[in-house]
């Protein structure tokens, strides 16, 4: 088993004294090596926070998520930060989750440089993040242009490219295609599952 979520549940305080909203109650699932598990709901039923309790970058208020066994609730500092670049997210939204300043090419490898695949000013990683973007869809010389000079479809791959870079083992599909049209929902779904089956991912698909 790659990741088990085993009765987590995550409340949220309300602004009333004493009050508190439940987002998840009491989910348990297990996910495999090269399996996709989909979480489907409606709006605001606690799919993109489960995805985010099982990632810890939301805290389980009860219950716990194991990775490869070990309970991430209890990882911090840097053991937790080197399981980082194995669980990784693509987020829904493919205009807000990239920074506008930044290039495709800073965009795909800020985290390549933070978890040390490669050092600062190598050759050599211009290289690798050219082609991972291949790898996703896009032409390897958009390297130096900026997100707004994408569509929202090539931002999605975008998006992909940043997460797969650092060849993880488990992805969070935060309604990855909800914001694309039809047409290109399809071919990011397809490009998703012909790289889950070359790299052996397991995925955590959160849909409507």
């Given at each position: 088993?790659?990741?088990?979520?085993?009765?987590?549940?995550?409340?949220?305080?309300?602004?009333?004294?004493?009050?508190?909203?439940?987002?998840?109650?009491?989910?348990?699932?297990?996910?495999?090596?090269?399996?996709?598990?989909?979480?489907?709901?409606?709006?605001?039923?606690?799919?993109?926070?489960?995805?985010?309790?099982?990632?810890?970058?939301?805290?389980?208020?009860?219950?716990?998520?194991?990775?490869?066994?070990?309970?991430?609730?209890?990882?911090?500092?840097?053991?937790?930060?080197?399981?980082?670049?194995?669980?990784?997210?693509?987020?829904?939204?493919?205009?807000?989750?990239?920074?506008?300043?930044?290039?495709?090419?800073?965009?795909?490898?800020?985290?390549?440089?933070a978890?040390?695949?490669?050092?600062?000013?190598?050759?050599?990683?211009?290289?690798?993040?050219?082609?991972?973007?291949?790898e996703?869809?896009?032409?390897?010389?958009?390297?130096?242009?900026?997100?707004?000079?994408?569509?929202?479809?090539?931002?999605?791959?975008?998006?992909?490219?940043?997460?797969?870079?650092?060849?993880?083992?488990?992805?969070?599909?935060?309604?990855?295609v909800?914001?694309?049209?039809?047409?290109?929902?399809?071919?990011?779904?397809?490009l998703?599952?012909?790289?889950?089956?070359?790299?052996?991912?397991?995925y955590?698909?959160?849909?409507?």
């Amino acid at each position: 088993i790659l990741i088990q979520a085993k009765n987590i549940k995550k409340y949220f305080p309300t602004s009333d004294r004493g009050k508190v909203v439940k987002a998840v109650d009491d989910i348990s699932f297990d996910i495999y090596k090269g399996e996709t598990l989909g979480v489907v709901g409606e709006s605001g039923c606690g799919k993109s926070t489960t995805g985010r309790m099982v990632l810890k970058l939301l805290d389980c208020t009860e219950g716990t998520v194991l990775y490869k066994g070990k309970d991430i609730g209890k990882m911090k500092g840097k053991e937790m930060r080197s399981l980082r670049k194995e669980m990784q997210i693509i987020f829904q939204d493919p205009y807000s989750s990239l920074n506008p300043r930044m290039t495709v090419g800073q965009i795909i490898g800020e985290g390549l440089l933070a978890h040390g695949f490669f050092q600062k000013n190598d050759d050599k990683m211009q290289d690798y993040v050219m082609k991972t973007m291949e790898e996703c869809g896009l032409a390897p010389y958009m390297i130096h242009r900026y997100p707004h000079q994408f569509s929202g479809g090539q931002r999605q791959r975008i998006g992909i490219a940043r997460a797969l870079a650092l060849k993880p083992k488990f992805v969070v599909c935060d309604e990855a295609v909800s914001a694309l049209d039809v047409s290109i929902q399809s071919q990011i779904v397809n490009l998703l599952k012909d790289l889950g089956e070359k790299e052996n991912l397991a995925y955590l698909f959160i849909s409507h």
